[in-house]
C-alpha cells in the first residue's frame, strides 16, 4: 500500500542555517511523483517543490532542494539559509502514476513542524 | 491569477444540521479536489472530478457525503446530518496536467468545521 513516512514531528533550526525534513515513501509503482508542501498556521497548503521518479536531477526551487534518493525511497526537503518566516507544518506527498496521473489522489504523511529561531 | 477560493473559511454547526462548502478553483484547472485534514494529521483525499465528471471517491465519503462540480467551473461539498467526527479542515484544491504534466495540485484555505 502506498504510505508516506515523515519521522520528525518538530524541528528546530536557527535562522540562516539549512535544514534537512526527511520523508520515505513506499509504493510498488515504477511511475510516481513526490512533493513538499508548506502550511502556515493560517492553514493554507502551499505547493514548494515536486519530483518525478523518473526524473534524474534532484528537483530545486529557490531556497528549497528535493535531495531524492530512488533506491532508499527517501525524498528529502533541504531549505537553505532559513528564515523566520519558514516556521509551519511541512507535509511530503505522493501521486501514483506518471504525467497526469491516472490516480490523481495525493498520499500525505504527517508532517513535521519546523520553528525557525532568531 | 487568483488562486483556488473557498467559502467559508469557518463554519460552526450543531449535530444534525446540514452544511454546504464552495469551492473556486483556478480557473483554466479542469482538475479540483476535496481533501479532509484533521489535528495534527496529514490531509485525506475526500473525492476527484475531472472537468464535472467525479471519477474518484475514498471510502471516507459516506452517504451523508455529496459533492458536485456543476459545469465544470465551482464545486460544493455537501454534508447532511452533521456528526462530532464531522470536525475537521476542509481543503479544496486543483490542477491541470499541463504544461508540465507534473499535475501540481495548488490548495484553498480551508474551510474548517466545528460541529457542537
Known amino acids: 500500500a502506498q504510505k508516506i513516512t515523515q519521522t520528525q514531528p518538530g524541528m528546530f533550526v536557527q535562522e540562516k542555517e539549512a535544514v534537512t525534513l526527511d520523508c520515505t515513501y513506499d509504493?510498488?509503482?515504477?511511475?510516481?511523483?513526490l512533493f513538499w508542501y508548506k502550511q502556515p498556521s493560517s492553514g493554507e497548503m502551499i505547493f514548494l517543490i515536486y519530483?518525478?521518479?523518473?526524473?534524474?536531477q534532484n528537483a530545486t526551487e529557490g531556497r528549497y532542494s528535493l535531495n531524492f534518493q530512488k533506491a532508499r525511497k527517501s525524498a528529502n526537503l533541504v531549505i537553505s539559509a532559513s528564515q523566520l518566516g519558514d516556521s509551519a507544518m511541512y507535509f511530503c506527498?505522493?501521486?501514483?502514476?506518471?504525467?497526469?496521473?491516472?490516480?490523481?489522489?495525493?498520499?500525505f504523511g504527517t508532517g513535521t513542524l519546523l520553528a525557525v529561531q532568531p | 491569477d487568483t488562486g483556488v477560493s473557498q467559502d467559508p473559511r469557518h463554519k460552526i454547526t450543531k449535530r444534525g444540521q446540514n452544511v454546504t462548502f464552495r469551492c473556486d478553483p483556478i480557473?483554466?484547472?479542469?482538475?479540483l479536489y476535496w481533501y479532509r485534514q484533521t489535528l495534527g494529521q496529514g490531509p485525506e483525499f475526500l473525492t476527484y472530478?475531472?472537468?464535472?465528471?467525479?471519477?474518484?471517491k475514498s471510502r471516507l465519503l459516506s452517504d451523508r457525503f455529496s459533492a458536485e462540480r456543476p459545469k465544470g467551473s465551482f464545486s460544493t461539498l455537501e454534508i447532511q446530518r452533521t456528526e462530532q467526527g464531522d470536525s475537521a479542515m476542509y481543503l479544496c484544491a486543483s490542477s491541470s496536467p499541463l504544461p508540465t504534466g507534473a499535475n501540481i495540485q495548488y490548495f484553498g484555505a480551508g474551510t474548517r468545521l466545528s460541529v457542537l
Open positions: 506527498a505522493m501521486r501514483e502514476g506518471g504525467y497526469g496521473g491516472a490516480t490523481n489522489k495525493l498520499i
Open positions: 509504493t510498488s509503482d515504477q511511475s510516481y511523483g
Open positions: 480557473s483554466e484547472h479542469n482538475r
Open positions: 472530478f475531472q472537468n464535472e465528471a467525479q471519477l474518484e
Open positions: 519530483q518525478g521518479s523518473y526524473d534524474e
